[in-house]
């Protein structure tokens, strides 16, 4: 009698899963055929190099400091606003459909999408801005979450993985390489206008029925239905897009022009509005004051998050801007007088 005995259970290694991965579409990332980690190092039994990647960015220090992070609005005044953490999980499921339903590399696609926003400031793009001045060429939160796994947690990812990090916006050139990061693009921007929309409603500062005409016409209500049709675009454009032979992931084009449409709509009405931008003056001058204040007493950097290699205004940058809401708040008032982050508590929702 030969092969492995019956049972109830199948070992499905690191071998046979990259197996299972040659029967992804021609356009997909292999495992196997990764270019590799910074540091080589041997496989793991069981898992996928991307794989092990995911797992690294879901224990990493960065990933759980999500949870405390502004997404859009400052004053969360009820527990169903979309935190960093949130959007980060959603963004994932998103790009999972994406790769699934493309015959892509699922696992390659989850661990961009977990890692792409590990580097964002404390009150989101507000925090952003604060830190423009003091680096050259502006701050941007993607370039600092390749810092962070490659630095200063030192995760060691493989180079598929960190070129998804790096160019997840649609600011960064170049694009991503891999077909999959190119789902995490989408994703993104499906996560961040279908439940920030959610949130704008929730918050007051749009009704549901002030978004787009042909937005609404096209994808339907925020939440559920608008990421699914979302994703159906994304998937029948790519499967019918004349560059198809490249694995180009792209929306249909009628969906493309109504998602431009709902994205101009959202930073006129809900991005830049006063409502979600809460005491921006406030959030700006607590990060520059932080700043400043490390900047003059760098001995105050934890050792245990610190590149002492870097230059004191990177190494300044990199603490302040890992800090999450409450953190950058706590510390403020703790080195100097409470009067500015008191402003800031209430739109915290801090009771």
Same mark, same amino acid.
């Given at each position: ?10 070992? !499905? ?28 190092? *041997? ?26 992070? !502004? ?36 696992? @390659?696609?989850?661990?961009?999408? @977990? ?16 830190? %423009? ?18 630095? @200063? ?13 790096? *160019? ?27 439940? %920030? ?60 022009? *109504? ?43 934890? *050792?245990?998050?610190?590149? !002492? ?14 800090? !999450? ?7 403020? %008032? ?18």
């Amino acid at each position: 009698m030969t092969g492995a005995p019956a049972g109830p259970f199948r070992l !499905t290694d690191r071998a046979a899963r990259e197996r299972a991965e040659e029967q992804l579409a021609p356009a997909a990332t292999r495992a196997a055929d990764s270019r590799g980690r910074a540091r080589p190092e *041997a496989e793991d039994s069981l898992r996928t190099a991307f794989e092990r990647d995911r797992d690294r960015i879901l224990h990493a220090k960065a990933f759980r400091r999500l949870k405390h992070k !502004t997404q859009v609005f400052l004053h969360p005044d009820g527990d169903h606003f979309v935190t960093r953490l949130t959007h980060t999980l959603q963004v994932t499921q998103v790009a999972r459909s994406l790769a699934r339903a493309l015959g892509l590399n699922e696992s @390659l696609a989850e661990a961009i999408a @977990l890692g792409h926003d590990v580097g964002h400031s404390p009150f989101g793009h507000i925090g952003e801005d604060a830190f %423009d001045p003091y680096v050259e060429g502006g701050w941007h939160h993607a370039a600092q979450g390749v810092r962070i796994v490659e630095v @200063l947690e030192n995760l060691n990812l493989t180079w598929e993985v960190r070129d998804g990090i790096r *160019a997840h916006s649609w600011k960064i050139d170049p694009p991503p390489s891999t077909r999959e990061a190119e789902c995490v693009r989408y994703a993104d921007r499906i996560g961040y206008l279908s439940h %920030d929309a959610l949130d704008a409603a929730r918050a007051g500062v749009i009704r549901a029925g002030d978004l787009p005409a042909r937005a609404l016409a096209v994808f339907g209500q925020p939440g559920s239905e608008m990421v699914g049709s979302m994703i159906d675009a994304v998937v029948q454009g790519s499967l019918a897009a004349a560059d198809t032979a490249a694995g180009a992931v792209v929306m249909a084009p009628e969906a493309l022009a *109504a998602m431009h449409e709902l994205r101009d709509f959202m930073f006129a009405r809900v991005y830049a509005s006063d409502v979600a931008a809460g005491q921006k003056h406030v959030a700006v001058d607590v990060i520059r004051r932080l700043v400043d204040h490390h900047l003059a007493h760098p001995e105050l950097i934890p *050792a245990t998050y610190r590149d !002492t290699e870097a230059p004191v205004l990177t190494q300044v940058v990199d603490y302040v801007s890992g800090m !999450t809401d409450r953190f950058a708040l706590a510390t403020h %008032d703790r080195l100097f007088d409470a009067d500015a982050s008191a402003q800031m508590r209430p739109l915290l929702g801090e009771r």
